[in-house]
Structure formats: C-alpha cells, structure tokens
C-alpha cells in the first residue's frame, strides 16, 4: 500500500506575494486613513501659515510665494516615492525595516 505524501509547501516568496495580492478590509483602510489625517491637517497648516507668513510679513511679491510654495510641494512628489524605494529595498534588522530611515 502506497501512501499519498502531501505536497511541499510552497516557497516562501510564493506565500508572501501571494498575501500582498489579498485586499485591505475596510477597517484597515479607515485605520490608515485616520493615521495619515494628523499629517494632512498639519501640510495644510505649514502651508496655510507659511503663505501669511510669506506676504505679511516678510514681504515677498506673492510670485516668489507662491513659487517657494510649490516648489516645496514638487520637491515632496520627487522625494516621496523615492524614499519609498529606498524603505522598500532596506533590509530588515532586529529593530525593523524603518529605523536606518
């Protein structure tokens, strides 16, 4: 009598692209929606205040204001996703993958 073996499992890099293919619930999403709001609110505050700050009281032409604005903006759409790889590609440590960063 023969007995059936199981499969072998399959090779972790498998199983993990496999789990990063599985949608976040909607829970997940509010919870990351509701981490990222502290860090929108406070953008739009610097942004807000710099802008005052910019005309009122160091009196730039609001051209060079509104130049310094955007491009600080620009310079976070370069180096945003940028750092992102970089996270990405860091390899992990007994402390985690963020702390080199």
């Known amino acids: 009598v023969r007995k ?3 499969p072998p499992p399959p090779p972790l890099k498998e199983s993990l692209e496999k789990e990063s293919k599985e949608k976040l619930s909607v829970c997940s999403k509010l919870c990351y929606a509701i981490g990222g709001a502290p860090y929108q609110i406070t953008g739009c505050a610097l942004g807000f ?3 005052i700050y910019l005309l009122d009281v160091a009196q730039l032409d609001p051209f060079y204001a509104s130049i310094i604005l955007f491009v600080g ?3 976070d759409a370069i180096t945003d996703p940028m750092v992102g790889f970089f996270i990405t590609k860091t390899p992990w440590s007994r402390l985690g993958r963020l702390m080199p960063w």
């Open 49 to 51: 205040f710099l802008q």
């Open 73 to 75: 903006r620009a310079w």
């Open 4 to 6: 059936k073996h199981s």
